[in-house]
């Protein structure tokens, strides 16, 4: 009989069945720990597979992180569909040229003197069409010279005029032209070198990379006092929204911290993430509203009411439910979306049946999630057992279901931290253009302005004609409440 087969086991004595039992025993005990790696190391697997997956439809991952392929699935919109169609909708003013009443120039085009079918001379002409071309003018500087009189008393006394406030140098560039360069560094988030020579290229002034930098650091000086009153408002704010994110400054990890309304702007930033740079800036610490957020754990510290941002939401229920084919995952999303477009109808938080309803839903589908994602149980090693990132997901979901369903209870909260989400990326659009921060202060400066621009942006307000203002000492005032 060969060393591979099977012994005939009814002809194996007592003994012998033993012995076979204490040879193979050790065998059994390797394959039931080769099962077990075999199944953590396919989890692993999945896992690595689910991260190369993830794009910013489905992530957290910033939409700049995607690349050129095209997405593999379209995502998820908080649009109905037909709500919105394509194009500008009702009540919206638009930005399409229109003709003026009195041109800056007219130039007129005669018909010939003769008729060129008869050539009998032609009559008076009237004007039977206009049409207009909005254009620019030559842009160029303009040089304005301050002269200094003087006059002799008969009693000798010399009297002289005296120079207009901030007229100081004997050659120095007006508050029009400071306004460009701080205008085009913190809003369009132009790199200093390249504004300097901007200015050259439009104006014929151009400026050194020095010149760019005392703008903005004197327009700091005149927006801190407006700023600081931007960051008490909203401290007493009903609804606020938060987010940070990470920025270079001289080649080390700070954070940019962001605290927004439908109205307001505020941007700090801070060498640590969390509860000490909320106490340093002074912002978050005393916020007793509702604060918007994504879920991370310092905010929850603070003492205000929370709202979780659902887009973050959504974007983790696609990833289950399209590539991990969780079908509750979906089922959440439509709830969700259902939820939000029913308050938005409303233009109100849902009537208490309606609640009951929804609430009723998301229970038995976190139910049926949890029975398919039960928690890892404790390993014995020190820490938490580490859980899929379902399980966390639907813990989350279960743990903090007022913060979820806040935009569905409390007037004025929204369904997702969108506003922070925005004014965020424009940190990071400039750290992508710029390279980062070369110093604290810089970075510094980069807050202040934009906090300021950035408010009136929301307001309304021409950012061009408000920074002049600040140069000449009356910075426009945002509205705070």
């Given amino acids: 009989m060969s060393r591979d087969e099977l012994p005939d086991l009814e002809r194996l004595s007592l003994a012998e069945k033993d012995d076979l039992i204490r040879a193979l025993w050790p065998l059994h005990v390797v394959v039931g720990h080769l099962r077990a790696e075999v199944e953590e190391l396919q989890a692993k697997v999945r896992e690595l597979e689910g991260k190369r997956s993830q794009d910013s439809h489905n992530s957290s991952k910033p939409p700049s992180s995607d690349g050129l392929a095209k997405p593999p699935a379209k995502p998820h919109s908080l649009r109905k569909s037909g709500q919105h169609p394509n194009g500008g909708q009702p009540g ?19 018909p ?30 303009e040089v304005t010279e301050h002269q200094v009189l003087a006059a002799t008393c008969a009693c000798g006394q010399v009297c002289r005029g005296e120079f207009p406030e901030g007229v100081s140098s004997p050659v120095q560039y007006g508050p029009a032209a400071w306004a460009a360069v701080v205008h085009l560094t913190h809003h369009p988030m132009m790199p200093v070198q390249r504004t300097a020579q901007l200015m050259g290229d439009f104006f014929e002034l151009p400026m050194a990379e020095a010149t760019v930098l005392a703008a903005a650091k004197e327009a ?24 940070e994110a990470g920025l270079r400054i001289a080649g080390s990890l700070h954070w940019m911290h ?5 109205l307001l702007t505020w941007v700090a930033c801070h060498a640590k993430r969390g509860r000490q740079a909320f106490d340093d800036l002074g912002i978050l610490a005393g916020f007793l509203g509702t604060l918007i957020h994504e879920g991370w754990k310092p905010y929850r510290d603070l003492l205000c009411k929370h709202g979780l941002c659902n887009a973050h939401h959504l974007r983790e229920l696609t990833y289950l439910f399209e590539d991990l084919g969780q079908a509750w995952a979906g089922r959440m999303i439509d709830l969700l979306l259902s939820a939000c477009h029913e308050v938005g109808e409303a233009g109100a938080p849902l009537s208490e049946s309606r609640r009951l309803f929804f609430l009723s839903r998301y229970a038995e589908i976190l139910t049926e999630g949890e029975a398919l994602h039960p ?41 997702t931290n969108n506003l922070a989400e925005q004014a965020v990326r424009m940190s990071k659009v400039k750290q992508k253009v710029s390279g980062g921060f070369r110093t604290r202060k810089g970075a510094d400066t980069f807050c202040i302005i934009h906090s300021y621009l950035a408010t009136l942006h929301k307001q309304g307000a021409n950012l061009f004609h408000a920074l002049p203002l600040t140069f000449q000492g009356q910075p426009p005032q945002p509205r705070l409440a």
């Fill in 92 to 110: 919206h003013t638009g930005q399409t040229l229109k003709q003026v009443d009195h041109p800056d120039r007219v130039l007129v085009h005669r």
């Fill in 112 to 141: 010939p003197a003769h008729c060129p079918a008869c050539q009998c001379p032609l009559g008076k002409a009237a004007v039977v069409e206009t049409r207009q071309v909005f254009d620019l003018p030559p842009l160029r500087f």
């Fill in 220 to 243: 700091v000086v005149r927006l801190s006092p407006t700023v600081g009153a931007i960051g008490e408002a909203l401290q007493v704010a009903e609804v606020a929204h938060a987010d």
């Fill in 258 to 262: 962001v605290m927004a309304t439908t």
């Fill in 375 to 415: 928690r890892a149980p404790p390993t014995g090693k020190r820490g938490r057992s580490r859980q899929s990132k379902a399980t966390n997901l639907l813990w989350r979901l279960r743990a903090y279901t007022d913060d979820v369903w806040r935009f569905a209870t409390d007037r004025g909260v929204p369904f």
